[in-house]
């Protein structure tokens, strides 16, 4: 691992819960697409947030609630500023980013979408890509088409002037795919999108936590993630999207704090962001994530990249060294730090169950993302994900752990 350019030693020693056993062995944890660990610094501000200011937002008048008003909206900014989008009003604070694309689908889908429009996606999508699209155009009947993957794990770019037309409306694609890990050309697909007339929604529920985003220069109109895969805390979301599209778009729930004013025949909707936001929000949860953005922000995104690329390149030599083990997707260069892959003919449910005896964590499954594991013929793969926090000792780990369950089984 030449050339590391920070400390991870000292970036471990910031998550407490690194430091537990696992059946009685040291926690490894590769699982970090699933969700990530938390840094005693995001804890502390919870703690704090709860002890020493918790208030609503936005309603009261007293210094609590002033100080969590101030608290919360410093958040939003943060964020708007490590995406570097134009303006804190054109971050919506969801629950995560299943929420976030439903936001988009439900508010502008309804409002825009019609009979003889499509909407296209990729055959690599989590199901928090596809499933909201599907009922959004079947309630506006529409059609739903999506870019297939080739065998190496990229996506059929040679077919997109058949797929792009001028009847999409919208693209919705990944930045990286949760389990092939393919890095996909989002500028490139945003832009070909725009030539067509069709606005561009990217899930970096896979990219934010890992690489520097700049949703200007990507030209993103809508961007979707989630806090808790990049250090923050659950039930905490954000939607990017364009000022000029939320301005157009309905609101998608109502109630307490969307609203500018209310009578009993009709209302106004509030200003932007507050307009998708009806009802207390998740106060703890966004100040927790303007930490988390604070942590990573102080760590550099181009070092926990390179750091993470490092990683996942020698993970993939040493992984390619145990026979029978069969890696799916691209090549590390091409790849951020995901591995997905099967060993023989062991179930990975199986495969992850040994490995937590050894005080691994894994994820065994579909990752939701059937229809990408169909593409491959496989009911489930066992994928091994890391994370700025983990180590080559670590990757040295999984390996042996993997030969051990092959001896089980008799490969």
């Not at 709860?50 to 969590?68: D, F, P």
């Not at 070909?192 to 690489?211: E, F, I, N």
């Not at 004013?261 to 929000?281: I, M, Q, Y």
């Not at 995104?301 to 030599?317: C, N």
Request: some cysteine.
């Amino acid at each position: 691992m030449p050339g590391r350019p920070f400390d991870v030693e000292a970036v471990r020693a910031q998550f407490p819960i690194l430091t537990r056993q696992v059946h009685g062995k040291p926690l490894v944890y590769l699982d970090s697409t699933a969700s990530s660990q938390k840094p005693q610094a995001v804890i502390e501000r919870l703690a704090t947030y709860y002890a020493q200011g918790n208030a609503n937002v936005h309603r009261g008048v007293h210094t609590l609630s002033e100080e969590a008003t101030a608290a919360f909206e410093a958040s939003r900014a943060k964020v708007a500023r490590f995406i570097n989008a134009a303006s804190s009003k054109e971050i919506i604070w969801t629950r995560n980013a299943t929420e976030a694309i439903n936001l988009v689908a439900y508010s502008w889908g309804s409002a825009n979408l019609k009979p003889g429009d499509e909407v296209l996606i990729t055959e690599m999508e989590h199901h928090s890509n596809i499933v909201p699209w599907q009922l959004a155009c079947q309630r506006t009947g529409a059609t739903l088409r999506h870019v297939p993957v080739d065998d190496e794990g990229f996506l059929r770019l040679d077919l997109l002037p058949t797929l792009l037309t001028p009847r999409t409306r919208l693209f919705a694609f990944t930045a990286m795919s949760n389990v092939l890990g393919t890095i996909v050309p989002v500028a490139e697909l945003t832009a070909a999108a725009h030539a067509v007339g069709a606005l561009a929604l990217v899930d970096g529920a896979q990219s934010v936590p890992h690489l520097p985003v700049d949703v200007q220069a990507l030209g993103a109109d809508f961007l979707v993630f989630s806090g808790h895969k990049m250090c923050g805390p659950t039930g905490i979301g954000v939607l990017y999207g364009r000022r000029q599209l939320l301005e157009a778009m309905p609101p998608f729930m109502s109630g307490g704090d969307m609203i500018k004013e209310v009578h009993l025949d009709v209302s106004r909707w509030n200003t932007l962001p507050w307009k998708f936001e009806a009802g207390t929000p998740a106060i703890a949860e966004a100040i927790g994530l303007g930490a988390a953005v604070d942590y990573l922000d102080n760590l550099g995104m181009p070092a926990i990249q390179a750091h993470e690329h490092a990683l996942v390149t020698y993970a993939m030599q040493q992984l390619q060294q145990v026979e029978g083990l069969r890696i799916l997707g691209p090549d590390a260069d091409h790849r951020g730090g995901v591995v997905a892959f099967t060993l023989g003919d062991i179930h990975p449910h199986d495969l992850a169950a040994i490995l937590d005896g050894e005080g691994i964590a894994i994820r065994a499954g579909h990752h939701c993302a059937q229809p990408l594991h169909d593409r491959y013929g496989l009911p489930a793969s066992a994928r091994a994900s890391f994370y700025l926090y983990n180590t080559a000792a670590e990757v040295d780990q999984l390996v042996a752990a993997l030969d051990k369950a092959r001896e089980m089984f008799a490969l």
